[in-house]
């Protein structure tokens, strides 16, 4: 069964760091590129970043510099590591994989107060 289960989120102030978990199941998780995307109050989803099978990583450019994503193959997860937070980064963020999609997951809440 294939499931994407997303963990991590919170309420932080501007300037604070968090750090998400995506745990996937039903896949090859090693062979597949990962991504993270977010929809932010009253907007559409967006991509915030992928990363490929061999570790070759892409950027939103609204978080290029603050954002790190990184996988674990051993665990069949993927992170993202959110630093310098802005009120703009608030949003409910979701990990898939891109282009071909899996069914989204319930994805997880980041608040970034000011």
């Known amino acids: 069964q294939v499931q994407l289960v997303e963990s991590g989120g919170g309420l932080v102030q501007a300037g604070g760091s968090l750090r998400l978990s995506c745990a996937a199941s039903?896949?090859?998780?090693?062979?597949?590129?990962m991504g993270w995307y977010r929809q932010p109050p009253g907007k559409e989803r967006e991509l915030v970043a992928t990363?490929?099978?061999?570790?070759?990583?892409n950027y939103a450019e609204s978080v290029k510099g603050r954002f790190t994503i990184s996988r674990d193959n051993t665990k069949n997860m993927v992170f993202l590591q959110m630093d310098r937070l802005k009120p703009e980064d608030t949003a409910v963020y979701y990990c898939?994989?891109?282009?071909?999609?899996?069914?989204w997951g319930q994805g997880i809440q980041v608040t970034v107060s000011s």
């Open positions: 898939n994989v891109p282009v071909t999609y899996l069914d």
């Open positions: 039903g896949i090859i998780f090693r062979f597949t590129a």
């Open positions: 990363i490929t099978s061999r570790d070759k990583t």
